[in-house]
């Protein structure tokens, strides 16, 4: 669940701090659990990533977007990526702005679509959208940054 938290924060004291308070939100509704509704883990998964979603929207002001400036579409080289560490690939991701990190995370990572982003995060699905190209957009670039550093 450490790894969970650690997507969407920026340190790992934050990460610490929301799997604190996700842990004492797990134990005080325990009682709450349904078995047939869902696995422990799925339970405390969802309830984590909830904590973490609230940590996000505290963090953030969601009228400030930072406009991203415009890309050409960038494409990556499989081999480029099997050559960073994941460590590297993480620290990538939580370089990206809070807003933009979160939607990364909630559409690659956890497999949620934008009309359940946009209800989380309470913004648009065209918002939504435009995070997850932004953060693609911006990894990518970074990731051949570093690429052509190595070289």
């Known amino acids: ?44 998964h969802k309830i984590v990533t909830n904590c973490c979603l609230t ?11 930072t406009k991203l400036e415009e890309a050409e579409e960038l494409l990556l080289e499989p081999e480029v990526i099997t050559k960073m560490s994941s460590e590297a690939i993480i620290n990538l991701v939580r370089n990206l702005p ?12 956890e497999g949620y679509d934008h009309k359940e982003i946009a209800a989380l995060l ?4 065209g918002t939504s959208r435009w995070h997850l190209n932004a953060a693609r957009k911006k990894l990518q670039a970074e990731i051949l940054q570093k690429e052509n550093k190595i070289y």
């Open 1 to 44: 669940m450490m790894n969970l938290c650690l997507r969407y924060t920026k340190s790992e004291a934050d990460a610490e701090d929301i799997l604190a308070q996700a842990f004492v939100r797990v134990f005080k509704s325990i009682q709450q659990y349904d078995a047939a509704k869902a696995s422990v883990y799925s339970w405390v």
């Open 55 to 65: 940590y996000l929207k505290s963090k953030y002001n969601k009228t400030e977007i």
């Open 98 to 109: 809070a807003a933009t990190q979160a939607v990364f995370n909630l559409y690659i990572v």
């Open 122 to 125: 309470q913004i648009s699905e």
